[in-house]
C-alpha cells in the first residue's frame, strides 16, 4: 500500500471543502462566521496549507452537507471499502421518496430467513 501523506491529505480535504462551500454559495467570511474561526484558517485548510481539528472538520461537514465517504475516499484502497463508497453515493443522489423505498427494500432483506 503506498503510503499516504500528512500534506496530501491536507491538500485534497481542502480542495472538497472549497468545493463545497462554492457549491453552497458561501464565501470564506461567511463560512468562517457560521465555524466561528477566522477568515485566514478558513484560507489556509482551503489551500492545503493547515491542517484541520476534528471539531473543525464535523463542523464543517454539518454545515457544508459532506459525508465522510466523500472526504476519504481518494484515500482507500480496500475493495470491499471502496464498493460501499460507490454504492453510498449512488444513495445519496437518490430522491428522498426512493430512499425510503430503498430502507424498506434493505429491511425486508434484512429480516429474511
Request: hydrophobic share 35%; aromatic share 6%; no cysteine.
Amino acid at each position: 500500500m503506498d503510503s499516504i501523506s500528512k500534506s496530501n491529505i491536507d491538500k485534497n480535504f481542502g480542495k472538497i471543502l472549497r468545493d463545497f462551500r462554492i457549491k453552497n454559495n458561501l464565501t470564506q467570511e461567511q463560512l468562517s462566521e457560521k465555524l466561528g474561526i477566522s477568515l485566514k484558517y478558513i484560507s489556509r485548510i482551503e489551500n492545503g496549507n493547515n491542517g484541520i481539528k476534528t471539531q473543525t472538520l464535523i463542523n464543517y461537514m454539518n454545515i457544508l452537507g459532506i459525508t465522510p465517504d466523500i472526504l476519504y475516499q481518494p484515500f482507500i484502497t480496500n475493495k470491499n471499502v471502496s464498493q460501499n463508497i460507490i454504492i453510498s453515493e449512488k444513495i445519496i443522489s437518490l430522491t428522498e421518496e426512493k430512499k425510503q423505498f430503498l430502507i424498506s427494500i434493505i429491511d425486508l432483506l434484512a429480516n429474511m430467513q
